[in-house]
């Protein structure tokens, strides 16, 4: 139920603010000219008009504020948890404060104070949305659309990752970091158009949130190996955590994983 107090009371001062407003002016103006007559008229104007008392309005609205405020955690808890279970989608609280939640398969960043909220996976932004329930299972299910893309096929995707690795490793079997591979397999992905016209405007963008993904559901689908080859995964270790803009973050079912800092396909035996 809608507890907001009623606003008619506010609406009606307003308008008298408005009117007396107007009066004011017309007294200014009567000074300003010496208009005796037309002093007169504002000045019976404004005294049988007084300046309406919105106090007991403006402290009741003061009140709903931080009642508003002093609940907005359980009231979004609980809003988010009926429209999940509304729409199938699972929800796991991940950590309290700041508020994170998982949505499988991203997560969610919760900031109530400010009233936003940031879809996440991999810890990469891919939307961001106002902290109401709706809103946030709108971004949920617009940024697993775009993350899925089109025509997936894992089998096709590590023979791309494998030539980007190739790439650029210039041709050596040793590790590379991903973010040396990442530009390379944004290139071999690229369509027709783009090769034949290479353009920003051809150009299809191929983030790092996407590689992340792309390589958490080849492992996910047990797509691993091409043409003899296995794909392996260099943990980031020691001081290359520190820079994040080196690694990914390979998650789990759950949200949780480990940063990576290199790939490499060793030969099958």
């Known amino acids: 139920m809608d507890d907001r107090p009623t606003t008619r009371a506010l609406r009606e001062a307003s308008r008298a603010c408005r009117a007396r407003a107007s009066v004011l002016l017309g007294l200014a103006s009567a000074l300003e000219r010496g208009d005796e007559t037309r002093l007169a008229r504002a000045l019976e104007r404004i ?36 429209a999940c279970e509304r729409e199938g989608v699972e929800l796991v609280l991940l950590g309290r404060d700041p508020l994170e939640l998982r949505l499988p398969p991203v997560s969610v960043g919760v900031d ?51 030539r980007a690795w190739l790439r650029a490793s210039h041709g050596q079997e040793t590790w590379v970091e991903l973010t040396d591979v990442l530009p390379e397999v944004a290139l071999l992905r690229q369509r027709r158009r783009f090769r034949r016209d290479p353009t920003a405007r051809n150009f299809e963008p191929y983030p790092a949130v996407r590689f992340a993904y792309d390589l958490w559901r080849a492992r996910r689908d047990g797509v691993l190996s091409t043409d003899g080859w296995r794909l392996s995964l260099g943990p980031a270790t020691g001081g290359s955590t520190r820079d994040r803009s080196r690694v ?17 396909f060793v030969r099958e035996a």
Do not use: I, M, S
């Open 47 to 82: 005294r049988t008009n007084p300046e309406p008392c919105v106090d007991p309005e403006v402290a009741e609205a003061q009140a709903w504020l931080a009642n508003r405020r002093a609940t907005r955690r359980e009231r979004f808890a609980v809003e988010l948890r009926a």
């Open 248 to 264: 990914l973050l390979l998650e789990d079912a759950r949200g949780q994983g480990q940063y990576h800092l290199t790939l490499r």
């Open 112 to 162: 109530l104070e400010a009233g936003r909220a940031e879809v996440r996976f991999a810890g990469l932004e891919v939307r961001r949305t106002q902290a109401e329930a709706d809103a946030v299972l709108t971004a949920r299910a617009e940024a697993v659309a775009w993350l899925e893309g089109r025509d997936w096929d894992p089998a096709a995707w590590l023979a791309v990752l494998k």
